[in-house]
């Protein structure tokens, strides 16, 4: 394989707290083999997590069966907290205990490429927006639902990074006044992520079955660890027709579309995107949301947006990093 | 006085529902004049509207003792409904019976001259991004307070238009569940203008009134009609001391701070500016809402956003018209 008339080749780094993975990208968005994985491992620090890095993305090019000439640029994407426009970690929970890392130039110098840095969430909005569910939309905002809810906004081919690198951290949207919300570990109350995250999805189901007197199978994965009660469980007995499945499924929803509501209220895009673990429930659970948008949003542009669930999957962030790459090259004006 | 060596210069229409006002606005941003003002009498009809925008627009080039011809381009901004892209109004409240009125294609017609159409909010914004509160800065957010809550965002000088020009309608962020939230005019309960409008605290104030068993002032404005009991009043009676109003007031600066902590986690700007009647409070009440930004926003843009009061009075709407047609002129790269 060449660099031919398709054009431009780029690579994406996914940085995870557990995992990093890299891929190859199109011009056209498309990755040319599945994406390359290796541990992340940031316990052994931030140096070791560097070459792992520049490892991953020498993976990717081998697998691709391409050399480093072949490739225009690199998109490196890592979690928060960060500096984007500085291109450096600062001090992620999840990478302890780097901190303060030079990522961008350290990726620069050491493949001699043009690079791009992004947030991950940031760069998994930018996929989906570029060839995903968003495709063609001049506007959109991804909501990715797991262990907390994260977010990516992009208006005309722009990421809304933020003055302090925390654009889109649609988690910690209020949706219940403070003192009525429930507890975040941002410790405020009231934010999205302590309502509609995969775990608090399960401390719900818990607190619900405590209080519950009719028949529910939820009982059954009901153990002291939760190791047994997980998100998948929930919403496949909702499927099932479970009813207190279903009542945690839906106010599940209901909260999703409250954040939905805020951000229609501030930037109106035209998608909204649902990504993420929880979004593989599917129709069901994308027309409950969808509903509650249009129940409880301002009207006009509440009736008007779409609501969708992400189409790239676990890739969205190494297709979305490579794609922060290509924007690099061509400049925000094209997509 | 003539188009110098300071540049171009440019008028600015700002189209309320009881007032339109117009002025001459030069490169940096300064007015030449006292701004024109004509009544809207809407209920004239829309042809009336439109013959009173031009005549607004001649009568400030006039008072600023120019001809037509100095002028470089003009900015008109009108409350929505409106489809800002088309230039189009389509159906405001306080526009009756106004319905699809090509505002900007009317102007540029009539004057020859390159017309950009914003809503009047977002119109405010941009004055306070480019010569007000927020001059320097690289993003913004405006909460404009007065019957209702509006706003306006602006990134890299780019206004957040909004997919279906709903860009900034902050008075409808969500600061409290649906079920335990105020009933809002838009139909839904929980949205800041519901809480936080000049509107919203005269009545909360009745509310609270009626349950106070201490002194208070204020039960010497409590009349049938609300006619003399205004937010100038309750603010006034907070400053001399009166715990009710106190009370009242400190909780707006609450409701208010959870409007901007959502801002905050969307598009985290570097500062927010509070307009509108109600920010005439002053420094005090700034200083509240300051408090709970901090206190209750996501920690680390929260603790280095900026909380400013809007520093362009009644005159930010002309005044971002005029930014706006100087911007159409310059492109988005220059400020």
Redesign the interface.
């Known amino acids: 394989m060449s660099n031919g008339a398709a054009g431009r080749y780029y690579v994406g780094l996914d940085v995870g707290g557990t995992t990093m993975k890299a891929a190859v990208v199109d011009d056209n968005g498309r990755p040319l083999t599945e994406p390359v994985a290796l541990p992340t491992r940031p316990e052994r620090g931030q140096e070791a997590g560097l070459e792992t890095m520049c490892e991953t993305i020498r993976q990717a090019i081998a697998a691709a069966r391409l050399s480093l000439e072949a490739i225009t640029a690199i998109g490196v994407a890592t979690p928060g ?1 960060m500096d984007i426009r500085a291109g450096v970690i600062l001090d992620p929970p999840n990478l302890k205990p780097w901190k303060n890392v030079p990522v961008r130039e350290h990726i620069r110098k050491v493949f001699g490429k043009p690079t791009a840095y992004q947030n991950d969430a940031n760069a998994a909005a930018y996929g989906e927006f570029w060839v995903g569910a968003a495709r063609g939309c ?2 959109m905002v991804l909501f990715t639902l797991g262990t907390g809810v994260g977010g990516g ?1 992009i ?2 081919n ?1 990421i ?19 003192e ?1 919300g429930r507890l975040c570990g ?3 109350r009231g934010c999205l992520e302590a309502h509609a995250s995969a775990t608090a999805v399960v401390r719900r189901t818990r607190e619900a079955l405590a209080a519950w007197r009719g028949p529910t199978r939820l009982r059954d994965y009901y153990t002291a660890t939760d190791a047994e009660l997980t998100t998948r469980v929930i919403f496949d007995l909702a499927e099932s027709g479970d009813a207190l499945a279903l009542q945690i499924v839906d106010e599940t929803a209901y909260y999703l579309a ?1 954040g939905a ?10 998608m909204i995107v649902f990504g993420g673990g929880m979004a593989e429930a599917g129709e069901g659970f994308r027309a409950r949301i969808d509903a509650y948008v249009r129940r ?6 509440s009736r ?2 779409r609501i969708a669930l992400a189409e790239l999957g676990a890739d969205a962030g190494v297709i979305g990093a490579a794609g922060c790459a290509r924007q690099l090259i061509l400049g925000d004006g094209r997509i």
């Open positions: 907290l001049r506007s906004i208006i005309d722009r809304i990074e933020g003055e302090h690198s925390h654009g889109g951290e649609l988690g910690h949207l209020r949706i219940a006044l403070p009525q941002c410790g405020a409250l509501t805020a951000v229609i209220a501030v930037v109106d895009p035209e409880f949003g301002l009207p006009y542009p008007q947006v």
